[in-house]
């Protein structure tokens, strides 16, 4: 998913009502004593995280035009909240309806960001680090968002499942579909929700099979990534 027309190639695309209807309401293991011990200890540390997986739907280019957004919050590798939400952005173009369905006329009457950020804020307090699919689209879309309206910028790094996915089981090529029917996740591609749960299920698999966070190259700094020297 990438602001310049991240959208090709739709799966299961859910109709716009039902969109609205739902927003309202690898390690190696040794096999020797002292590594199984290790490898039991290094999952039940990977359990034992709390993060939440976010999804964004975008209504135009602009990286803070988002429109819908899908959180959901996994401790101890089980699911424990779930939020999906319209999101009235800051203009009324809508440059991506043909991918998710939704118009103007869906999210006028819809909170803006800023209104639903106490609501957001408060289920991000307790997680170690945010996952997402393509993770530098949810992220920016996210520090866009924060910088509009002027509030403060989650500090937790991001994990991206598209990295976590092509490390883990070489799955080519990765959207999320595609990781998806890997694994068997139920989805409805580009319905925020529905989105962010897949993500959040994409680590639980990963964590089911030794990763971990923080040991493994598939997060992004909070901080603005800085340009290499050529």
Partial sequence: MQIVDPHANLVNLMPTKDIVKQSRAKTTVNHNASDTIAHKAHLKTSR????????????????DSACAIGLVVVKDSRI???????????????????????????????????????????????????????????????????????????????????????????????????????LCIPLQHHEAGSDAEACARIVIAACEEGWQWGRKKATLSSKSPRKKKP
């Fill in 48 to 63: 034992s995280t709390t993060f939440a997986a976010i999804d964004f739907e975008t209504a135009s280019y602009s990286a």
């Fill in 80 to 182: 424990v909240r779930r939020e999906n939400h319209l999101i009235r952005p800051p203009d009324r173009r809508f440059d991506f309806t043909y991918v998710h369905g939704l118009t103007w006329d869906d999210v006028r009457e819809a909170p803006t960001f800023a209104e639903l950020w106490p609501l957001l804020g408060e289920a991000l307090a307790e997680v170690d680090f945010l996952a997402a699919h393509n993770a530098s689209f949810d992220k920016r879309v996210l520090t866009s968002c924060c910088r509009t309206y002027r509030l403060a910028e989650p500090a937790q790094s991001f994990v991206c499942t598209v990295q976590l996915s092509r490390s883990l089981w070489k799955v080519r090529p990765t959207k999320l579909p595609d990781v998806c029917r890997h």
